[in-house]
């Protein structure tokens, strides 16, 4: 089929969820979008062909990166102030 | 927030495990894998992609889900609370300490094909120096993150 | 003031744009990036490394080799940089309950 359609779809889902992490007012669901971010960003680097830059990114971004974020909103507060 | 809410968080995540048991025979069954997962990219490094830095994260994260989810009382006797930072300062000290290895030795800095390691010529010398970089990035990257989430917890 | 903003936010995104437009084809043999000699006939890092990666260092993962070898003293600074993350954590956000 159409080998840039797969890039258009990734990059769709890419700037969908980096829009509706930043609107949303739950922050623990900002977390779990953020992780989505990241976990399309690392299969974008797989169809560039960099398999390194994307297993970083989906064990930091999507693992690491998660815990700590999550941790930090278990610490402080739920919701977001604005 | 408040005071009274984040201690009462706080112990709650210290002291107790997590009380539903099908979290807990889920962690406790798979960290095991994930540390055999993290030990295979780590030393698979030289022929696959990953390398230091991804085996180390997926070994915290291991540890990291049986903190959250024994408690950090019962996860003591698989990563100290004590041991994260100088295990951190000797990852450091291993990858600093191979570049000046192979300086005494008279390269240059960082150079490994001049370690001291006998009957060995120097393309396999940097293909053992590499490893034992990767080992100080593990290390390293590895007990960084515990100690982060341990700080993080007020521990 | 908030057209303002809106302004050169705009006038940055047709910047970038026009820049991702002129970038090389992705793979395109003649970009500068990828070209075996630079205009000044000179060599090129990137296919010293591509030719030379596996007989150095016997790794077939050219990657950890440019990582870990070539380029030791940039993994050097950034192992360096993550445990003095952790060790501004350390000071930071310590408690002393006893």
């Not at chain 1, 669901?29 to 690392?42: G, H, Q, R, Y």
Request: hydrophobic share 55%; with cysteine; glycine share 8%.
């Amino acid at each position: 089929m159409l080998p840039w359609l797969i890039e258009v779809i990734l990059f769709t889902v890419l700037i969908v969820a980096a829009l509706v992490a930043l609107g949303l007012r739950n922050l623990l669901a900002a977390v779990v979008t953020l992780n989505i971010f990241s976990f399309m960003s690392a299969t974008i680097m797989v169809k560039l062909g960099a398999i390194d830059v994307a297993f970083t990114e989906a064990v930091v971004g999507a693992g690491a990166v998660g815990v700590i974020n999550i941790l930090a909103i278990l610490l402080t507060s739920r919701k977001s102030a604005d | 927030m408040n005071e009274v809410n984040r201690d009462l968080l706080l112990r709650r995540h210290m002291e107790g495990p997590i009380v539903s048991p099908i979290v807990h025979v889920c962690c406790r069954g798979l960290a095991p894998f994930i540390q055999i997962t993290g030990l295979y990219v780590f030393f698979h490094g030289h022929y696959s992609p990953g390398g230091g830095f991804q085996g180390g994260v997926l070994l915290a994260a291991s540890i990291i889900m049986l903190r959250m989810s024994l408690g950090l009382a019962d996860s003591q006797r698989i990563m100290p609370n004590r041991l994260p930072i100088p295990l951190a300062a000797l990852g450091a000290l291993i990858y600093a300490g191979t570049g000046l290895l192979a300086m005494l030795w008279g390269g240059s800095y960082l150079d490994y094909s001049f370690l001291p390691l006998p009957m060995l010529d120097p393309a396999m010398l940097r293909y053992v120096g590499i490893l034992v970089i990767e080992l100080g990035v593990t290390i390293c990257v590895m007990s960084t993150l515990i100690s982060i989430y341990d700080n993080l917890l007020g521990s | 003031m908030k057209a303002i903003h809106i302004l050169v936010l705009a006038s940055f995104a047709a910047l970038l744009m026009v820049a991702a437009v002129h970038l090389p084809r992705r793979g395109d043999p003649n970009s500068p990036a990828n070209r075996a000699e630079n205009v000044l006939k000179g060599p090129v890092a990137g296919a010293y490394y591509i030719q030379n990666a596996y007989l150095d260092a016997k790794t077939p993962n050219m990657v950890t080799v440019i990582l870990a070898d070539y380029r030791g003293f940039d993994t050097l600074g950034e192992t360096v940089v993550v445990f003095a993350g952790g060790v501004a954590c350390l000071y930071l956000l310590r408690r002393r309950t006893s």
